[in-house]
């Protein structure tokens, strides 16, 4: 990934920031098109509180049971606000039980005694445990607005000066400066000017993240991850749960190398989560409750999250080797470097964006959903059976997922119409279908083994095809810009064309390969 800042250009999204502690103000009058700057609040203060117990049972069962507090400043017409949120494992995102905390010297009520609609909800888990505050993020905040000469808005900058810290046994303070730029009138050379008077204060563009930064350093702070449960051995479950276990500590694995910045990477992630979300779709008629639905949900925002940094990836080395086996005499003007420019601006966007991922709260909670699953897992009745009498039926219920929708794209293709939707779709139950058969393979013996060689096969067929299909796009993209900029895009039309010579092709060889893939006696240890 390039760590490389994306172009600044006017936009609905704010531009963020972050520095040492107490960095100073920038100064923004001298700044070409700024008139002045307008105060709105100088000192508000907003702070999060953590509750759990000593021991931090809530944050191991996945619950977040925080107080929320603004504390307006002088300036402002806003009242003081302060209240509990309760947010339970699982829960989908932005689902949460808020409820108001009384202010400090009503009689007869503690502000800092849990509600009892709250306690209710957690106290299985804590126990006999008492809930204390266990970590804090406290936010000092200023909010100017950038004026023009006419008293117009430009843009609203917003100031954070943050600290971190745990509470408790350890204690672990961290302390910086976040600040945002949020445009409203602002052009490009204008969030230029703001940018660089950003950085001469010594800030960075980087995520705003207190809250994940805390979670980070509970966990740090918490015992280690509970056992994992195997299940009877043999049984239908023991074989779901070792392949998810895999699995989530493959995503872990490459996570970690994704930080480091390691060759594919992001690609890695992309197929554990994959193989993660694919075998619970398959087998979850072995697992109970809402939980095996949820960890669905947020492993495709995961893989959506990371794919269009891996899109660009792949989009990049394609057209790179395409461009170097060219004959010399298709390659007119400086291609290469239009490219090189094109993808280093696209994986500028998608690296930060891939990092905010791995960085926010969302994925640290699809962890900690992965390790509740992992140690308490949903097993039904139906996952204590043999799993040789159980596995193979059930991937074949994802067979006939994948034949129908093959179907309906070759279907498409014999009545001459463009298919890339039909056959994106009939890829992708493809992919599901061999992560379900990987799971398989112990129970399904070598009948499995070839079954998944031949669906390896018709998936090289339809990946290709889709990565030309995404090609193309890329390079009409291309093509259009060098004729906007006065330069020459007759390599890309060379190119585009030949990729829509190669979908033809590969539409043709698909009937064949799907047949090949499909013979009934390679089905047959699915029982149906």
Same mark, same amino acid.
């Given at each position: ?17 972050? @520095?040492?502690?107490? =960095?100073?103000?920038?100064? #923004?009058?001298?700044? !070409? ?18 509750? /759990?117990?000593? !021991?931090?049972?809530?944050?191991? *069962? ?64 804590? @126990? /006999? ?12 905040? *200023? ?20 600290? =971190? ?22 052009? +490009? ?35 280690? !991850? ?18 998810? $276990? ?32 694919? *075998?619970?779709? +398959? ?36 057209? +790179? *080797?395409? #461009? ?77 997922? #994948? ?56 998936? !090289?067929? #339809? ?10 796009? =890329? ?7 060098? @004729? ?8 890309? $039309? ?35």
């Amino acid at each position: 990934m390039s760590t490389t800042d994306p172009p600044l250009a006017p936009s609905a999204l704010a531009l963020t920031y972050r @520095g040492p502690a107490h =960095t100073g103000a920038p100064r #923004l009058t001298g700044v !070409d098109g700024v008139h002045d700057v307008h105060p709105v609040t100088s000192a508000e203060v907003r702070e999060y509180e953590r509750f /759990d117990t000593a !021991d931090l049972r809530l944050f191991a *069962a996945g619950i977040e049971l925080a107080v929320e507090r603004v504390v307006p400043d002088r300036a402002s017409v806003v009242e003081p606000s302060s209240g509990w949120v309760l947010v339970l494992p699982d829960a989908p995102a932005g689902e949460e039980l808020r409820v108001p905390q009384p202010a400090a010297g009503v009689e007869g009520v503690d502000p800092a005694t849990v509600p009892p609609e709250i306690d209710a909800l957690v106290r299985r888990v804590r @126990g /006999d445990a008492g809930l204390v505050p266990v970590g804090r993020v406290h936010v000092t905040r *200023a909010v100017d607005t950038v004026r023009d000469a006419t008293g117009g808005a430009l843009a609203t900058l917003v100031r954070d000066q943050v600290r =971190t810290e745990t509470l408790g046994g350890s204690v672990t303070v961290e302390s910086w400066t976040e600040a945002v730029v949020d445009p409203a009138g602002a052009g +490009t050379a204008l969030l230029q000017g703001l940018d660089e008077a950003l950085r001469a204060t010594g800030l960075a563009r980087g995520a705003r993240d207190g809250r994940a930064r805390l979670t980070a350093l509970l966990a740090a702070a918490a015992p280690a !991850d509970p056992p994992r449960r195997r299940g009877r051995t043999g049984s239908a479950g023991a074989l779901l749960l070792g392949y998810l $276990g895999d699995q989530a500590d493959a995503l872990a694995a490459r996570e970690q190398d994704l930080r480091a910045d390691r060759p594919d990477a992001v690609h890695q992630m992309r197929i554990a989560a994959r193989r993660l979300r694919s *075998a619970l779709r +398959t087998y979850g008629a072995l697992l109970e409750g809402p939980r095996p639905a949820h960890l669905v949900h947020e492993l495709r925002w995961l893989g959506r999250a990371l794919a269009a940094e891996r899109d660009a990836e792949v989009q990049e080395q394609r057209l +790179t *080797a395409r #461009l170097a086996a060219l004959e010399p005499e298709l390659r007119l003007g400086p291609v290469q470097a239009a490219v090189t420019r094109h993808f280093a601006r696209t994986r500028a966007e998608t690296g930060a964006a891939v990092l905010d991922v791995v960085d926010g709260e969302r994925y640290a909670a699809l962890h900690g959903a992965l390790r509740r699953l992992l140690a308490d897992p949903p097993l039904s009745r139906r996952a204590r059976r043999p799993a040789a009498r159980v596995v193979p039926a059930l991937v074949g219920r994802t067979a006939r997922k #994948l034949d129908r929708r093959m179907e309906r794209a070759l279907a498409d293709l014999d009545a001459g119409q463009v298919a890339p939707d039909s056959l994106h779709a009939a890829r992708k139950t493809g992919k599901q279908l061999r992560y379900a058969t990987e799971v398989a393979r112990p129970a399904a013996g070598k009948d499995a083994r070839a079954f998944a060689t031949r669906l390896k096969a018709l998936s !090289d067929v #339809l990946g290709e095809h889709q990565d030309a299909v995404v090609s193309r796009q =890329t390079l009409r993209t291309l093509g259009a810009r060098a @004729g906007a900029e006065g330069a020459n895009g007759f390599t890309f $039309g060379v190119l585009h064309g030949r990729d829509t010579a190669a979908m033809l092709e590969l539409e043709r060889r698909l009937p064949a390969a799907w047949e090949t893939a499909w013979k009934p006696r390679a089905r047959r240890w699915m029982r149906g």
